[in-house]
């Protein structure tokens, strides 16, 4: 549009001359001559042949380009060259030509600087070198040029500051300086242009505020200051020149709001942008007076109240967009919208837009081609008539709470190349239509309830570069159809479903594929060989399934992959060599399946943050990070063989020795067998280790060695016999219910094995040396204490060091939530029968030394049986029939206190408050809640405005700018909603442990890929 207003601009003034002289009227001009020859000597590339012409066989004012006064014989007047290609040096004779009016020289590929002795020129009117490549200030005697009218500099290379001898230019009518790399402020000077009408000095790095000067401009009609560093508020003045009708300030770092009347004051206005700054206020009421408006950006902005609801009015209206503000309404607004019959484009994304999507919508004009209602509150389903916007090409609706399904109509969309319905509570099965928007591009369904089979119809899309499906129901086997789409590049993800069968041999057919996810499912079998064929794979992550066999040698020509994980599968053989090979991996995780043998040595396997092969038991070597035994020699192969012979001849003989004592014991003791005898067995299971061995290993249960204390026991740290350290926890047995408690950890955590579940290795069910009874159990010992000790350190304000070396960041914070809900899943789905746990809060998750929280203290827990449902659909434990209400307060449910018995729903309420208490900071049972408010309802009550306010001041620190605090709130945003949906007062609407994980999955994705783009 700049260019356009400067070429009206050059055609106005290049009509002064009537005609091109005749060659009978032009005479030779000796210093005319030499300087054009002059100008053409430094010129070194002419793709065109354009002076070709200037030869000593034509007079020069038949040269190409040149034109000639009719009054003054012989002397040049105007030198115009556009988009030639010429490059090269612009001469410093040029200024002797002393009677040039106009020099248009813009498009070519002209360097170096622009000579001072332009400032001779003291008739020119029109100076246009813009789209060249020169470089260095504007000459300060440019001000000489006394009759300049248009001065239009726009992309090249220009730098220093503008001088405000620009401002001495008394008939400048447009001022062209953008795209160049000026600094400094801009001149107030130049509000003595009074003439002047278009101004553009957008696209450099100027700073500091607009001046009040600018407001003087009373002809001005082009007001163009975008993509520069200005500060401030933009002068009120400047909002009563009636005459702009081009207003763009975006990209800046301007604030303050805008006047109530601004449609009435800037009745011409027909572009309006101010996306990306820092604008607040409400948008104002009168914008719709400015009949003639096409384009408005009010964008990435702090803009609140509703949105206008007479938009209607604005009947060329082409594009608007409100997106990413504060904006409070629903979207009864899109109904005016319809009179807006060329609108092709609006947005009102990430604000506070609630209500249900309006039937209207489908009455928008056909020229529609995209719509962007994502990440607000909007509900409700998708209307039915939606296919009647067949020309549209860009569909988002993500970040909402849209339910039902999705109609068949959506396939209507024949022209949509962008569609996103992700984070939605979508049911049912894809529509099998939605093959038929053959256009499409893009298609996000992720993170919905969508259940059922992916419509094989989705293999018609033969444009489709990114498909994600992931975090749904869907079930059945991958379509070959779709994974046969060689068009896939960005990412194809089907991670989180319930998919089963094979990897097709078709994947070798994704050959501009970027990243592959085919994660937390339950597919089988090997990896195909034709994977070899994903030659441009970057990230490859088949982690959480059933897949099988070695690690198979087709990974070897993935030269560009920067992740890979294989972790929890049932991988077997050693690790491949052409691993440390991969020169841009990253990331490499292959733990938790069958691997054997040496770790490779080189590459990756260099560094033990980058990789993690925990759960091999069979692993050995590697660096000391990796924490692996040594490899044995070879020559120690034939006594290991017979060691192990032996081993497995006595293992042998003790089992059946202990099978015909279990026979013996089981015909005698049938009748008699009690629960007292069912707890002992679980003792059993365990190496046994006697009391006088953890006298020694905690130095005679010293203070020192005192690592905290619960309501059935004391934990201490200690070292045994082995050197290994523990912790033991010793059970003070003079407390109600701490022999029950014992027998419910053994019984628990016997059972079940899970890296986010503190692992015990042993017990201890004896005598002290006073006689008395004594029990206690042994679990790993955690290096890096209880998350309690982390969020509320005794020592803050007393230890300023430990302190602040104990806070946890927000990525930290998000994986340990993600933890504590991944044990907590795995004991309500993973184990058979399901266990409650029954007592979850801070202190009694422990981090270990990798930061990994783990979830210990089972003397609460209960193993559920039998299921049965109470009137209010709590799935209870049969068994159990106490009604004293147990756990910590301030976690516990509030059905127990109802009398309601156990359930796997009471853990995830504590869960939700345990999250909500990771962010906030706040425990449970502060008093500045009062008698009638909670944690729950402390966070629900601050959401989302006042979210900022109620968080852990702590992760304030990691907000260093605007956008890092938008993107922290966000996320904290999404967090407290997880938080609060857990810890729903009635069970049945609390989120369930699953759907959580997801969730805070995504979360965290979303937060560490807005980490990633701020941070280029």
């Not at 000026?182 to 003439?195: C, E, K, M």
């Not at 206008?308 to 608007?320: A, H, P, Q, T």
């Amino acid at each position: 549009m700049g260019k356009l207003m400067f070429l009206l601009l050059n055609f106005a003034l290049l009509g002064w001359w009537s005609s091109i002289p005749s060659p009978a009227a032009c005479s030779q001009n000796q210093t005319d001559w030499l300087t054009l020859a002059s100008f053409k000597s430094a010129i070194d590339e002419d793709p065109f042949g354009v002076l070709s012409s200037w030869n000593d066989s034509t007079h020069y004012c038949k040269w190409q380009g040149v034109l000639c006064s009719k009054r003054h014989l012989g002397r040049v007047t105007s030198l115009i060259l556009r988009s030639q290609g010429l490059g090269g040096f612009l001469s410093p004779h040029i200024g002797n030509l002393s009677f040039l009016r106009v020099m248009v020289l813009q498009n070519n590929s002209f360097r170096g600087e622009i000579p001072p002795q332009i400032g001779n020129l003291l008739r020119l009117r029109n100076l246009d070198l813009s789209n060249n490549s020169l470089d260095g200030p504007i000459p300060s005697n440019l001000s000489h040029c006394s009759n300049l009218e248009i001065l239009n500099l726009i992309d090249n290379q220009l730098g220093g500051g503008i001088h405000s001898d620009i401002g001495s230019l008394p008939r400048l009518k447009g001022l062209g300086l953008s795209k160049n790399s000026f600094v400094g402020p801009i001149p107030p000077s130049i509000g003595n242009l009074s003439l002047l009408q278009v101004l553009s000095l957008a696209m450099n790095s100027l700073h500091g505020e607009i001046p009040d000067e600018l407001s003087r401009l009373e002809r001005l009609e082009f007001f163009q200051l975008s993509l520069n560093k200005l500060t401030g508020e933009i002068p009120p003045r400047i909002f009563n020149i009636s005459g702009i009708s081009y207003f763009e300030v975006s990209w800046n770092q301007l604030r303050g709001s805008f006047p109530s009347d601004m449609g009435i004051t800037l009745p011409s206005l027909y572009h309006l942008f101010l996306e990306h700054n820092l604008f607040t206020g409400t948008i104002p009421s009168s914008l719709t007076n400015a009949t003639g408006l096409e384009k408005v950006y009010f964008n990435h902005n702090g803009f609140h109240g509703p949105i206008l609801k007479n938009l209607g009015r604005l009947k060329g209206l082409v594009i608007i967009y409100f997106g990413f503000n504060q904006l409070q309404d629903d979207l009864t607004f899109i109904s005016s919208l319809a009179n807006c019959s060329n609108l092709e484009k609006f947005s009102v994304a990430s604000n506070l837009i609630q209500g249900s999507l309006p039937t209207s919508i489908s009455n928008l004009s056909t020229s529609i081609k995209g719509v962007n209602l994502s990440k607000n509150r909007i509900q409700g389903t998708i209307p039915l008539a939606i296919g009647n916007l067949f020309n549209m090409s860009a569909l988002d609706l993500s970040d909402n709470f849209l339910t039902d399904r999705l109609p068949d109509s959506i396939g209507a969309l024949h022209s949509l190349q962008e569609l996103s319905f992700a984070r939605n509570m979508f049911t049912g099965e894809i529509p099998s239509s939605i093959g038929d928007m053959t256009s499409l591009n893009l298609l996000d369904l992720q993170s919905n309830n969508f259940q059922g089979y992916i419509p094989r119809s989705l293999g018609n899309c033969k444009q489709l570069i990114g498909l994600d499906l992931s975090n749904n129901n869907l079930i059945g086997s991958i379509p070959v159809e779709i994974v046969g789409l060689s068009s896939l590049s960005i990412s194809f993800s089907l991670a989180q479903n319930n998919l089963s069968g094979s990897l097709p041999l078709q994947v070798g057919s994704l050959i501009n594929l970027a990243v592959l996810d085919l994660s937390h499912n339950r597919l089988t079998g090997v990896i195909p060989t034709s994977i070899s064929g994903c030659l441009r794979l970057e990230q490859l992550h088949l982690e959480a399934n059933s897949f099988r066999g070695q690690i198979p040698q087709a990974l070897r020509p993935l030269r560009g992959l920067e992740e890979l994980d294989l972790s929890n599968n049932n991988f077997f053989g050693p690790i491949p060599s052409f691993l440390a090979e991969l020169s841009l991996l990253k990331y490499l995780n292959m733990s938790f399946n069958e691997l054997e043998g040496r770790v490779p040595e080189g590459g990756i396997f260099l560094n033990a943050s980058a990789i993690s092969v925990s759960g091999n038991r069979q692993l050995c070597g590697g660096v000391p990070g990796l924490k692996l035994p040594l490899c044995k020699s070879p020559g120690s192969k034939k006594s290991s063989t017979t060691k192990t012979m032996v081993i497995s001849v006595a293992a042998v003989s003790l089992c059946l020795a202990l099978l015909f004592l279990s026979i013996f014991c089981y015909c005698k003791k049938k009748q008699t067998r009690t629960d007292a005898s069912t707890s002992l067995s679980f003792e059993h299971q365990f190496l046994r280790i006697s009391y006088e061995e953890l006298l020694r290993a905690t130095d005679r249960f010293s203070e020192t060695n005192l690592i905290g204390k619960g309501r059935y026991g004391t934990v201490y740290k200690g070292i045994l016999d082995s050197g290994a350290t523990v912790a033991v926890k010793v059970l003070n047995l003079m407390q109600r219910g701490a022999s029950r408690s014992f027998v419910s950890e053994c019984r628990t955590l016997g059972t079940v094995r899970h890296r986010n579940l503190v692992k015990i290795l042993s017990v201890c069910s004896g005598v002290d040396f006073r006689g008395n009874d004594f029990k206690a159990l042994i679990y790993e010992f955690m290096v890096n204490e209880s998350l309690e000790e982390w969020l509320h350190p005794e020592t803050i304000g007393q230890d300023d060091e430990r302190g602040e070396s104990r806070n946890l960041r927000l990525v930290q914070r998000l994986n340990i939530a993600i933890d504590i809900a991944t044990a907590i899943e795995y004991l309500h789905k993973g184990c058979c029968p399901a266990i409650v746990h029954g007592d979850l809060k801070l202190s009694n998750v422990l981090l270990d030394n990798d930061m990994v929280a783990r979830v210990g203290d089972f003397g609460l827990a209960k193993i559920i049986l039998t299921v049965s449902t109470d009137a209010t659909g709590v799935q209870e434990q049969g068994s159990s029939t106490s009604t004293v209400v147990r756990g910590s307060i301030g976690y516990v449910p509030p059905e127990y206190g109802l009398g309601h018995k156990v359930s796997t729903l009471g853990d995830t309420y504590s869960y939700g408050i345990l999250l909500l208490e990771i962010f906030t900071g706040k425990r449970p049972t502060e008093e500045t809640f009062g008698h009638h408010l909670n944690l729950h309802n402390f966070v629900r009550m601050a959401l989302p405005d006042q979210a900022m306010d109620i968080v852990d001041l702590r992760l304030w620190s990691e907000a260093s700018d605007q956008q890092q605090e938008i993107k922290v709130r966000d996320c904290i945003i999404s967090v407290f909603e997880v938080g609060l949906a857990c810890s729903m007062e009635s069970p049945l609407d609390r989120m369930d442990m699953t759907k959580a994980i997801r969730k805070l999955h995504l979360i965290k994705v979303s937060y560490e890929t807005k980490e990633r783009r701020i941070g280029m």
